[in-house]
């Protein structure tokens, strides 16, 4: 007897069933795995579609504010301060006057300083200098600070928008 006559020849019908029986499977391990991959795309792309498109919040402006209270600088001295989202610069000069202005320097944005040796303000960014009107006056800074406006009230210095 040869080798080929012991083996059982597959009939027509077992393989049909087996094939039937393995679509269900493979179209359920297809649709767990797509299923599986889509979930990590979009954990992926939906979190850099929101950060690439930030929502539109309209900032709050602040128009006044506490920047000090009186008595808490002395002459030729300088203050940075919150002024809504961005400092603030309060300057009590040599001569007992109170200046502020915006801290943000003209040239790239860095927050400017009270020198009490210059006796004016100072961006160390660029070496940009600024006189006491806000007025850029040496380095790379092509306009003057935004000038604000102080009152006393009571204790408070306050600062406004002009
Ligand atoms: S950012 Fe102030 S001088 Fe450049």
Not at 28 to 50: A, K, R
Not at 73 to 80: D, H, M
Not at 81 to 96: A, C, R, T
Request: glycine fraction near 8%.
């Amino acid at each position: 007897m040869s080798s080929e006559a012991q083996k059982p020849e597959p009939t027509k019908t077992s393989d049909t069933s087996q094939s039937v029986d393995a679509m269900p499977r493979r179209r359920f391990v297809n649709f767990i795995l797509g299923g599986g991959l889509l979930t990590t795309l979009g954990s992926i792309v939906v979190p850099l579609f929101n950060f690439m498109i930030p929502p539109k919040i309209q900032e709050a402006v602040q128009n006044s504010v506490v920047a000090a209270k009186v008595g808490e600088l002395p002459r030729n001295s300088g203050k940075v301060f919150k002024f809504g989202s961005k400092p603030g610069m309060l300057v009590h000069n040599e001569q007992g006057e109170y200046k502020a202005f915006s801290a943000v320097c003209t040239h790239l944005e860095c927050t400017v300083q009270y020198r009490e040796d210059f006796k004016h303000v100072w961006c160390a960014c660029h070496n940009g200098h600024f006189d006491l009107t806000g007025k850029n006056i040496i380095g790379p800074p092509p306009r003057p600070l935004e000038v604000y406006d102080v009152d006393i009230s009571g204790d408070d210095i306050v600062v406004s928008r002009v």
